[in-house]
């Protein structure tokens, strides 16, 4: 499954971007789905998660309260709205596939990569 990223940007404190990610040659099907940062100098980390089957949703303790995923299973897209942005936001944002409908929040758990989309948070 090929990913692409899109909706990163430069915006101030507080405000808000909606990151998407689209699967350009295939589809995600019944599988899960995530969102992992990485910002310079760092491991890149989990930030939020959808279950390939129904609507279980997960989130690292920073996303909690901020941040949405979702996703459109006929559109072959997900979506991660951000709001009360920090700068200890500012990252590379990745989209992520693993094979099966189970959340993970580990990095080897996934299968197909994004290249990432800079969301920069200025004071």
């Known amino acids: 499954v090929h990913l692409v990223e899109s909706g990163g940007g430069l915006v101030q404190a507080g405000g808000s971007l909606t990151l998407s990610c689209t699967a350009s040659?295939?589809?995600?099907?019944?599988?899960?789905v995530a969102w992992f940062r990485q910002a310079p100098g760092k491991d890149r980390e989990f930030v939020a998660t959808?279950?390939?089957?129904?609507?279980?949703?997960g989130y690292s303790d920073f996303a909690e309260g901020r941040f949405t995923i979702s996703r459109d299973k006929s559109k072959n897209m997900m979506s991660l709205e951000m709001n009360g942005l920090k700068p200890e936001d500012t990252a590379v944002y990745y989209c992520?596939?693993?094979?099966?409908?189970?959340?993970?929040?580990?990095?080897?758990?996934?299968?197909?990569w994004g290249r990432g989309t800079q969301v920069t948070v200025s004071l």
């Open positions: 959808f279950s390939g089957v129904g609507t279980y949703t």
């Open positions: 992520a596939h693993r094979n099966g409908p189970l959340t993970g929040v580990n990095v080897y758990e996934y299968v197909d």
């Open positions: 040659d295939g589809a995600f099907n019944n599988d899960a």
